[in-house]
T-cell receptor, first 115, second 111 residues
Framework: DAGVIQSPRHEVTEMGQEVTLRCKPI?????LFWYRQTMMRGLELLIY????????DSGMPEDRFSAKMPNASFSTLKIQPSEPRDSAVYFC?????????????FGQGTRLTVV | DQQVKQNSPSLSVQEGRISILNCDYT??????FLWYKKYPAEGPTFLIS?????DKNEDGRFTVFLNKSAKHLSLHIVPSQPGDSAVYFC??????????FGDGTTLTVKP
């Protein structure tokens, strides 16, 4: 398996535009996580899915953020409208199960810059 | 409320010496702790974990120690190698598989 695949790797957009980040988890992994990494807040969990169903979205910062998982092999994180403070690296990760010792496999991240 | 704290943003050690990275937590509900390693422009990768009912776990050059009464854990790397230079994240996990990460410590191993 190629691992968790995220696209695009880099995204530069203007304030107010819609941004869509994409993720393909590892096949067979039932859990998918979206994280955001910033200098101020570190690596924070935004939302996670189990079997395509959103379980916990308490980390989603505002209504401008939304995430979907239409099937087991694809998820999107959308920001509409985008703002400069959304600039960060967004990581998608997947894992096999809910057990606490289950490691998460991360994608390479999408570096988002909103100007 | 930051549930997982890595108070040292950076650490520099000489090749061959021991690297000790520290992590403190406040959430008693964590049942596992994981360490991840991150190189620039890559996602974090899993390194080693420890159950909350254990006090030590060893894997090659990497050992994690847990002091539950102090809510403190540490990662020891012996001997340190230049290839170990990376950002190390400590994470607390609950049964839901949800991870709470610290801010990371940048380790530099000098040849």
């Amino acid at each position: 398996d190629a691992g968790v695949i995220q696209s695009p790797r880099h995204e530069v957009t203007e304030m107010g535009q819609e941004v869509t980040l994409r993720c393909k988890p590892i096949s067979g992994h039932d859990y998918l996580f979206w994280y955001r990494q910033t200098m101020m807040r570190g690596l924070e969990l935004l939302i996670y899915f189990n079997n395509n169903v959103p379980i916990d979205d308490s980390g989603m910062p505002e209504d401008r953020f939304s995430a979907k998982m239409p099937n087991a092999s694809f998820s999107t994180l959308k920001i509409q409208p985008s703002e400069p403070r959304d600039s960060a690296v967004y990581f998608c990760a997947s894992s096999l199960g809910p057990e606490g010792n289950t490691e998460a496999f991360f994608g390479q991240g999408t570096r988002l810059t909103v100007v | 409320d930051q549930q997982v704290k890595q108070n040292s943003p950076s650490l520099s050690v000489q090749e061959g010496r021991i690297s000790i990275l520290n992590c403190d937590y406040t959430n008693s509900m964590f049942d596992y702790f994981l360490w991840y390693k991150k190189y620039p422009a890559e996602g974090p990768t899993f390194l080693i974990s420890i159950s909350s009912i254990k006090d030590k776990n060893e894997d090659g050059r990497f050992t994690v120690f847990l002091n539950k009464s102090a809510k403190h854990l540490s990662l020891h790397i012996v001997p340190s190698q230049p290839g170990d230079s990376a950002v190390y994240f400590c994470a607390g996990n609950t049964n839901a598989g949800k991870s709470t990460f610290g801010d990371g410590t940048t380790l530099t191993v000098k040849p």
